[in-house]
């Protein structure tokens, strides 16, 4: 299934799992993550279910003043 990655098309296997999807991304905390603009906590990356067509967003903290 396809799904977007911070606006990047990714193809991933069937009933994968947000935890999935930020592996493939490689994303390294820290960071967040929401789908279809719905902010998901950390402790519910592997269970949160991704359909075709998802928007993820993965947002890393920004350091400086």
Excluded: R, W
């Excluded at 279910?49 to 967003?57: F, H, M, N």
């Amino acid at each position: 299934m396809q799904v977007h990655i911070n606006q990047c098309p990714h193809e991933l296997p069937d009933s994968a799992t947000l935890a999935e999807a930020l592996a493939a991304g490689g994303f390294k905390p820290p960071f967040a993550a929401a789908v279809n603009l719905q902010f998901i906590p950390k402790t519910h990356y592997a269970v949160t279910l991704l359909a075709p067509g998802d928007q993820v967003e993965v947002i890393s903290p920004i350091t400086g003043g």
